[in-house]
């Protein structure tokens, strides 16, 4: 296979992998505390577009960035508020949020901006840069393998690996510190973390406060990594694939990750595909391909949704007994 192809289909997966794994991660914190996390889509597309107003009205990428977590995790305590305070439903409080974000964002943006909807682009000093570009050209000198490792994997921006690097680090803080052990714990039985003397409620906020940040990272990386503005429904149902992923993955952060790989080699592919002619059937329709991506999202949920085991207090309201 062509070297060129290979280090671009490597950097294409990495790139429209990472907002998928920042919303698997979040949607893994808050999962595995019992709290199921349908608005990951709205959380990401509400904070995309306070990092694009932000970026654009004020100029700086650390309020834009903090602007989205604000946001996100805003919208992670409104969904707490009405299941874990008021123990709602909580897949109507995640549909509910999908909805809001779908529609404050657009009227907001036209009420401020007058654009349809969008934000004006953020300026190259908003937007996020490679981290090691200097490191990335050196590596392009060297044989066989220069150009994958240089564009491949090394010129990326820190977001990228930040998600990356999140995947070990969650992975040891679910299964190796005692928080993780509760947290884990109080998605599959509250009772006895409530009986051990620990807040089922104060866990279970922590976790959703951590996913609005992780959710706010995967919006900011929308506007400030992949495109120079807000654009309306720019998430375009990567929360949800976020969550399949998840579900895919068994709750597990590592095997999440996979899955998110996978789903963004499949929109890598698609995108190579446009405009490819196959043998015997003329050029690929570009919807087809653009439907890829979640016609195996949907394979895959149809798969394994049955043999994935969630954790047993997952959607399930814990009222403390007196």
């Given at each position: 296979?062509?070297?060129?192809?290979?280090?671009?289909?490597?950097?294409?997966?990495?790139?429209?992998?990472?907002?998928?794994?920042?919303?698997?991660?979040?949607?893994?914190?808050?999962?595995?505390?019992?709290?199921?996390?349908?608005?990951?889509?709205?959380?990401?597309?509400l904070?995309?577009?306070?990092?694009?107003?932000?970026?654009?009205?004020?100029?700086?990428?650390?309020l834009?960035?903090?602007?989205?977590?604000?946001?996100?995790?805003?919208?992670?305590?409104?969904h707490?508020?009405?299941?874990?305070?008021?123990?709602?439903?909580?897949?109507?409080?995640?549909?509910?949020?999908?909805?809001?974000?779908?529609?404050?964002?657009?009227?907001?943006?036209?009420?401020w901006?007058?654009?349809?909807?969008?934000?004006?682009?953020?300026?190259?000093?908003?937007?996020?840069?490679?981290?090691?570009?200097?490191?990335?050209?050196?590596?392009?000198?060297?044989?066989?393998?220069?150009?994958?490792?240089?564009?491949?994997?090394?010129?990326?921006?820190?977001?990228?690996?930040?998600a990356?690097?999140?995947?070990?680090?969650?992975?040891?803080?679910?299964?190796?510190?005692?928080?993780?052990?509760?947290?884990?714990?109080?998605?599959?039985?509250?009772?006895?973390?409530?009986?051990?003397?620990?807040?089922?409620?104060?866990?279970?906020?922590?976790?959703?406060?951590?996913?609005?940040?992780?959710?706010?990272?995967?919006?900011?990386?929308?506007?400030?990594?992949?495109?120079?503005?807000?654009?309306?429904?720019?998430?375009?149902?990567?929360?949800?694939?976020?969550?399949?992923a998840?579900?895919?993955?068994?709750w597990?952060?590592?095997?999440?990750?996979?899955?998110?790989?996978?789903?963004?080699?499949?929109?890598?592919?698609?995108?190579?595909?446009?405009?490819?002619?196959?043998?015997?059937?003329?050029?690929?329709?570009?919807?087809?391909?653009?439907?890829?991506?979640?016609?195996?999202?949907?394979?895959?949920?149809?798969?394994?949704?049955?043999?994935?085991?969630?954790?047993?207090?997952?959607?399930?309201?814990?009222?403390?007994?007196?």
């Amino acid at each position: 296979m062509d070297e060129a192809l290979i280090s671009a289909m490597l950097a294409s997966t990495l790139r429209v992998s990472t907002p998928l794994i920042f919303c698997a991660l979040a949607g893994l914190l808050s999962e595995r505390s019992g709290v199921v996390d349908i608005g990951l889509e709205g959380k990401m597309l509400l904070s995309a577009f306070a990092a694009g107003a932000c970026g654009a009205a004020y100029g700086s990428m650390p309020l834009a960035i903090l602007a989205a977590m604000g946001v996100a995790v805003a919208l992670s305590w409104v969904h707490g508020l009405a299941c874990v305070s008021h123990k709602g439903d909580q897949v109507v409080s995640g549909v509910a949020i999908n909805i809001i974000a779908a529609g404050l964002s657009a009227v907001l943006g036209t009420a401020w901006f007058h654009q349809g909807g969008q934000t004006p682009p953020v300026s190259d000093a908003v937007r996020i840069q490679a981290l090691w570009p200097g490191l990335a050209e050196a590596a392009r000198g060297l044989p066989l393998v220069g150009q994958v490792l240089g564009d491949g994997l090394l010129g990326h921006n820190a977001l990228v690996y930040l998600a990356l690097l999140l995947v070990p680090v969650l992975w040891w803080g679910l299964f190796r510190t005692r928080f993780g052990l509760r947290l884990r714990a109080v998605g599959e039985n509250p009772q006895m973390v409530d009986a051990a003397g620990v807040s089922v409620m104060r866990l279970r906020y922590t976790a959703l406060t951590l996913n609005g940040i992780l959710c706010g990272l995967a919006g900011s990386y929308l506007v400030l990594a992949q495109s120079a503005s807000f654009s309306q429904n720019m998430s375009a149902g990567r929360g949800f694939m976020a969550l399949a992923a998840l579900i895919f993955g068994r709750w597990h952060p590592v095997k999440a990750l996979w899955a998110c790989l996978l789903f963004g080699f499949l929109d890598a592919a698609a995108i190579r595909l446009q405009g490819v002619h196959l043998p015997g059937m003329g050029e690929v329709p570009v919807q087809a391909i653009q439907a890829l991506p979640y016609l195996m999202t949907v394979v895959l949920l149809a798969g394994f949704i049955g043999k994935s085991i969630p954790p047993k207090a997952l959607g399930i309201p814990y009222s403390k007994e007196r």
